[in-house]
């Protein structure tokens, strides 16, 4: 604990840890010291000059070192000549602050009158306007008059694109720097920065793309004025006329609290339309962070003209429009009928509330909830996970973070950032992938392997532990490890503090169960279990991929013989179909396929009925993240007439077939759900709804403290215990991976890219330049070898069937690999063998 | 004794070749340092002789080698060749003419700091300079005088130049250390100050280029000797770089403690003939501006002296001003420099020489009247004690001191613009 130091703060006494900046401890107790460039996220830079303030301290005799008292017995406080900033000066013993005087008050007109000489006042039209720190302290402290001529303003661009996502007004920016230090200290990717000089100084991208960074949307927040700006959002609305809905990111297993703000608009006919996304803070989770696929892909999918609103039924081979209630009638019997030979298919976007409803369904009707994954292990992850109380942003020196097969931003991007953030304060990084990503960068110990072979990476450092708890199996011996991986197994075990994180890279569904049941050895040898900031953590393809393993779905390897001898397939919100040719074709031979989307996907159009669903901003539920937090949204748009919630969908057609099942609102499905699902024993709408203070304290008037993030007035969700937190004992089971033969030639990789084509992001308008066509990664030998340049349009041949795609050279490929992105149109979903060709014609 | 203990060069002939410096005492008080004393009596020896700044601060040298954070390393050597202050060019005389005795100044700074590396900063117009100074760099390398273990001893130390890209900023410590590190040439924030995070975050000591070609002399002389010169808080010589309005501007090597008039018109030849001494910039562009009284005149030109008379000393870049030139032309001339100059960083700086350039370019253009005039002294005002670095605050001192010392030239100009076709004549401008 830091020592505690006393001071008064414009006459509050404050007592606060050694090593607080003033503005921090004036925060503390409700004083608001004025500031633009200071960030509490990140280093004072003291540039804008805002936060000046009177400080004294007490005056210290020379000889006694001790404070020199007056008549009274106080202490004699000296002031100094010159203002100092707030935001770059600790506090110190017996400091007094005052931040209202005459000469601070004189001090913030000054720098206002400053700032406002080469400002636009384009208020009227600014997108900043109504919520910009510049417009409410000069409301506040400003000079009211000007005395600059008009004519003398300085002139610059005012829509000067720094990359597809974000545009820069010059006339506006008030060279604060928060935006490069962002990129700089919180992200490690400097791609924006200063050029120029003086007045001249101005903000510049160097990446090709512009700002070229996942990260890109959080400088729109921060920035303190109408500078920086989204393409989606700017000129769309006035802050004042939006109003927050609370909800969670529905794009990837970290579960970032997001705010969606509405407004009634006329193209909508007068309802409701999601103008933009904003981060909601939680600082366990995403802090005031979200990445540009929550904010760019986030919502614009449920505004797009293809979404399915009436249920249709195939009559002559045709799918036709029909009631629900004869869809529903239909599936109801024909399910009934199917008994035993039921499957239900559903995938990770799905919430609590649906995927408990679809279980209750398929369990009633004797079939089987198939979990739509290609990574296993989310057994395990219930088991083994990070301890509830875990908080990523609290690791730091002493502590470990193990992140294997993942190519962790791509996959997780906050749960990148928060691991880079773990390692700047110091916490062991080791990342074990078979090519380097972004994260190797901050990484103390990087291991490669081959890609196959990430177990016996886990086995080696297993074996290369010290103390071992229990007797280990003897086939385990011949997993040898070379000193990277002792190093790297040396100080994982000796972190206090240990988590792994296992993700998606080269990853298929045997594979990756074997690799998280070798990572939840290795953690419970290290006893990095039932602890906060200990466990296993699965950074699954979905957001609530956790959630469906915690309901009862399981990911199956037997998909096409399932589907083909199935007598009725149930797919919710998943795509075989489209994702896998070979898929397709054993529905085809299915006796009867339901498919419950929001588009009529390949799946749906080979369907028998299509039944068409609310979006997730169209509706309440709860997803549950990959640390295994369950977090609540919120309906934020009315739904397009036509459409139900997959849980009540789910509930009636379970009705229909003589089940009982809660149909009236998501929180009874949640209470139905938290008395039977025993990890989820005790939780409520309202417990996950709780709050509580965290900090840095944003999003009251101050805008200016944290940006235009909300504060997290609708919860926080509840974080789960893992079994290994409430048992003490613990069985840990070993299993010894089979031996696979790999064959000659190239091996296809499957890997995972943030934008991708899936069924949200597709239609994003402002993603739409970034989401890039069909491509395939190999490295310059292997593009040699094949007589192919970087850029060449190739045929890739995959089990008989050839898909375009471009060529990419990239160095960090290893040789005679061909990493394939999922959802990018080529339907590789293991670790095999493939051809590349030259392409007869350049892919569409 | 010899007249000049930095300008030898003026007396001996050749003395940039390092056989002529070395036959002159050169590399003596290095060699004696390496082998004979222990760092830290170097840095006390420079501290016992008094030796302030050159670099503008006058901050006492040897105490701020004393500084350097001994529980980090590598520490580094930075010598701020940028001499970018108007009025300014001791330094490049130096290292033409007596370079060897720089860059014996520099490596014993590195050897009382226990540096491996130390860099000499140039301001990019040096770019010949540079690849001079490169050439002596090798010479010395040939010559065992720089490298691994330096005439058999533990030492080991290179020297490497680097060029700015042209700005005055660059002059200022930290934001020479930022540009040096390969960014933007903006200041830091102040404390940490370089002899505990500097280059690359490491112990760094900058020393102005006339401060470390003091130190071999001191060295080789001791502290006792180098103290006779100059004045008691201003020991030494410095070099006056005398310009403006005088017969035979140039560098003059004078003890510290001269007065204004000896170097003016003993030294500088006096003005030209019915011209009369009107006012001094003792410090460049960055100067108060003094009036030239008889007292003034009179001050002796030291760190503390000067302050009497309302200015600093700096870098002692001398401008002599006479009578036909208004000061209003004077600091519309700093303005425009200021302006130019200001990196940007922090916002009363940024955006007051802007508005001051503006408002003084009104007032110069007949287009301004009483009003503006207050508005840019009370800009300059504004200015004052809310600066990141010195820059923004130098930028103030010529207009505050300007206006309220010769406020008639304002007035006379204002007149005039009230009145176009007043006979009356204004003070011209000089080109
Ligand atoms: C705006 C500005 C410009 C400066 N320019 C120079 C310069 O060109 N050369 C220099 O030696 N010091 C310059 N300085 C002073 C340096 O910051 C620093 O104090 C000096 O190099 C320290 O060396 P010294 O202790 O030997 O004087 C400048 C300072 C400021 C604020
Ligand atoms: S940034 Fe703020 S002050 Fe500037 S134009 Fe926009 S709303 Fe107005
Ligand atoms: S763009 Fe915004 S955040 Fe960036 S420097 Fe300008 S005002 Fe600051
Ligand atoms: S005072 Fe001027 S030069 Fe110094 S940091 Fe501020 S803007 Fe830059
Ligand atoms: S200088 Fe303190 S907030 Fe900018």
Redesign the pocket.
């Known amino acids: 604990m830091a020592q505690l130091i006393s001071l008064m703060i414009d006459d509050k006494p404050v007592k606060v840890p050694e090593g607080t900046l003033i503005v921090n401890a004036a925060k503390k107790v409700g004083i608001d010291i004025p500031v633009f460039c200071y960030h509490p996220k990140m280093e004072p830079v003291g540039m804008c000059r805002m936060c000046l303030v009177e400080i004294g301290r007490p005056q210290i005799d020379r000889e006694t070192r001790k404070p020199v008292l007056d008549e009274q017995g106080n202490p004699v406080i000296q002031f100094g000549p010159k203002l100092e900033t707030a935001c770059t000066t600790p506090v110190s013993e017996g400091m007094v602050v005052m931040g209202m005087s005459d000469k601070v008050k004189k001090g913030r007109q000054d720098i206002l009158e400053f700032l406002l000489t080469s400002h636009p006042l384009d208020c009227p039209i600014c997108d900043k306007g109504g919520e910009c720190p510049l417009q409410n302290l000069t409301m506040e402290h400003g000079p009211g008059v000007s005395r600059f001529l008009y004519d003398e303003k300085m002139h610059l661009a005012k829509h000067y694109p720094l990359g597809d996502l974000i545009l820069l007004d010059r006339e506006r920016c008030i060279q604060c720097g928060r935006c490069v230090r962002f990129q700089d200290e919180i992200v490690g990717e400097p791609v924006i920065g200063f050029e120029q000089r003086g007045r001249s100084l101005q903000i510049e991208t160097f990446s090709d793309p512009g700002f070229d960074s996942y990260y890109s949307g959080n400088t729109t927040d921060i920035c303190p004025v109408g500078a920086l700006t989204t393409t989606d959002f700017r000129f769309g609305a006035r802050p004042w006329e939006l109003k927050p809905v609370a909800s969670v990111c529905s794009q990837c297993p970290v579960g970032c609290n997001i705010t969606y703000n509405i407004r009634r608009e006329a193209r909508a006919g007068g309802r409701y339309v999601i103008k933009r996304v904003l981060p909601r803070q939680h600082e366990e989770v995403n802090e005031i962070w979200i990445c540009d696929k929550a904010r760019f892909a986030g919502y614009q999918y449920a505004e797009s003209p293809e979404r399915l609103t009436r249920p249709m039924l195939r009559r002559n081979g045709e799918l036709v429009e029909s009631s629900w209630d004869e869809a529903l009638q239909v599936v109801a019997e024909r399910f009934k009928a199917a008994t035993g030979g039921l499957v239900t298919y559903a995938g990770g976007r799905l919430s609590n509330e649906d995927l408990f409803n679809l279980k209750q369904l398929t369990e009633g009707l004797k079939g089987q909830a198939i979990l739509k994954s290609s990574i296993g292990g989310g057994v395990l992850v219930a088991q083994m996970g990070v301890a509830k109380g875990t908080d990523l942003g609290k690791l730091g020196a002493g502590d470990a973070i193990l992140v294997i097969a993942s190519d962790l931003q791509e996959e997780a991007p906050i749960w990148w950032l928060r691991v880079k953030q773990a390692a700047d304060r110091g916490a062991t990084l080791i990342v074990v992938n078979p090519r380097q990503t972004r994260l190797d960068r901050f990484a103390t110990h990087t291991l490669r392997y081959d890609y196959g072979s990430e177990t016996a990476t886990v086995l080696a450092m297993i074996n290369a532990l010290e103390s071992k708890k229990t007797r280990l199996p003897d086939w385990l011996a011949k997993y040898r490890p070379n000193r990277f991986q002792t190093a790297a197994a040396k100080a994982f075990a000796g972190a206090k503090n240990g988590i792994i994180l296992f993700g998606q890279e080269g990853m298929d569904l045997p594979r990756s169960q074997e690799l998280a049941l070798a990572c939840a050895n290795l953690l419970f040898l290290t006893d990095h279990l039932g602890s906060p900031n200990n466990g296993l953590i699965g950074v699954w393809e979905s957001a609530n991929t956790q959630g469906a393993w915690d309901m009862g779905f399981r990911p199956s390897t037997e998909l096409k013989e399932m589907f083909s001898s199935a007598r009725a397939v149930y797919v919710v919100a998943a795509d075989p179909a489209g994702d896998d040719p070979s898929l397709a074709d054993a529905l085809e031979q299915s006796e009867f396929v339901v498919v419950q989307e929001l588009f009529l996907t390949s799946t749906a159009r080979l369907a028998d009925v299509v039944l068409p669903v609310t979006a997730q901003p169209e509706r309440e539920g709860t997803y549950t993240t990959g640390e295994r937090r369950v977090q609540r949204f919120f309906p934020a748009i009315p739904a397009p007439g036509g459409v139900i919630p997959d849980y009540e969908i789910a509930a009636r057609i379970g009705e229909r077939s003589g089940l009982k099942m809660e149909n009236r609102a998501a929180s009874l499905v949640f209470a139905q759900l938290a008395a039977r699902v025993s990890d989820y024993e005790g939780l409520s709408y309202r417990s996950l709804a709780e709050t509580h203070e965290q900090w840095p304290i944003i999003g009251r008037d101050d805008l200016y403290y944290g940006g235009t993030a909300y504060e997290n007035t609708q919860g926080l969700g509840v974080q789960l215990m893992p079994s290994s937190q409430k048992r003490k004992i613990f069985q840990v089971n070993w299993q010894e991976p089979p031996v696979r033969v790999s064959g000659k030639g190239l091996l296809g990789v499957p890997i995972t890219r943030l934008y991708d084509r899936g069924a949200t992001v597709t239609p994003s308008r402002s993603l739409a330049s970034r989401v890039p066509g069909p491509f395939i990664l190999v490295n310059e030998t292997t593009a040699q070898k094949l007589d192919m340049h970087n850029d060449a349009p190739v045929q890739l041949m995959l089990a008989g069937s050839a898909y375009s795609a471009m060529l990419r050279v990239d160095t960090a490929v290893p040789e005679s690999v061909v990493l394939v992105p999922r959802s990018l149109g080529i339907p590789l979903s293991e670790l095999q063998p493939v051809d590349i060709r030259v392409a007869e014609t350049t892919p569409a | 004794m010899s007249t000049f203990l930095l300008l030898r060069h003026r007396e001996i002939p050749n003395l940039d070749q390092l056989d002529v410096y070395r036959q002159h005492g050169g590399f003596e008080a290095f060699q004696k340092a390496i082998t004979t004393l222990q760092p830290k009596e170097v840095t006390d020896e420079v501290k016992a002789s008094g030796l302030r700044?050159?670099?503008?601060?006058?901050?006492p040298?040897g105490m701020?080698w004393s500084f350097i954070d001994n529980n980090n390393w590598p520490h580094y050597v930075v010598a701020?060749a940028?001499?970018?202050?108007p009025g300014?060019f001791k330094?490049r005389e130096i290292m033409e003419g007596n370079p060897y005795q720089f860059l014996e100044g520099v490596m014993i700074c590195a050897y009382a700091v226990q540096a491996q590396s130390a860099y000499i900063y140039l301001r990019g117009e040096f770019w010949q300079l540079a690849a001079e100074l490169d050439k002596r760099i090798q010479a010395l390398e040939a010559a065992g005088l720089l490298g691994d273990n330096i005439l058999g001893t533990n030492f080991s130390l290179r020297l490497y130049t680097h060029l700015g890209a042209g700005a005055?900023?660059c002059?200022?410590?930290t934001a020479?250390l930022e540009s040096l590190e390969g960014k933007l040439g903006q200041p830091r924030l102040r404390p940490p100050f370089p002899p505990s995070y500097g280059l690359y975050g490491k112990p760094t000591i900058?020393?102005?280029?006339e401060?470390?070609t003091n130190v071999p002399l001191i060295v080789a002389r001791g502290a006792k000797w180098y103290k006779t010169m100059g004045t008691e808080r201003s020991p030494g010589t410095k070099i006056f770089s005398l310009c403006g309005q005088v017969n035979k501007p140039g560098n003059y090597e004078l003890p510290l403690g001269t007065t204004f008039r000896e170097l003016i018109f003993t030294h500088g030849g006096g003005l030209k003939d019915g011209r009369k001494v009107k006012a001094i910039m003792p410090a460049g562009a960055s100067s108060s501006i003094i009036v030239a009284t008889e007292e003034a005149l009179d001050t002796p030109m030291d760190y503390e002296n000067t302050q009497k008379v309302g200015s600093v000393l700096g870098?002692a870049s001398v401008i002599v001003i006479d009578d036909s030139v208004s000061m209003e032309w004077v600091i519309n001339k700093t303005l425009h420099f200021f302006k130019h100059e200001s990196c940007g960083k922090c916002t009363p700086c940024r955006e007051g020489t802007y508005w001051m350039m503006h408002i003084s370019d009104r007032i110069s253009r007949g287009q301004a009247n009483e009003e503006d005039l207050e508005t840019l002294n009370d800009v300059a005002l504004n200015i004052q004690g809310k600066c990141l670095?010195?820059?923004g605050e130098?930028s103030t001192m010529a207009v505050v001191t300007g206006i309220e010392r010769f406020k008639s030239d304002f007035e006379l100009r204002l007149a005039q613009n009230a009145n176009p076709e007043s006979p009356e004549t204004v003070l011209a401008a000089v080109d």
Do not use: M, P, Q
């Open positions: 700044g050159r670099g503008g601060a006058g901050f040298t701020k701020n940028d001499e970018s202050e300014t330094d005055y900023i002059g200022e410590e020479l900058v020393n102005n280029v401060t470390l870098s670095c010195a820059l130098f």
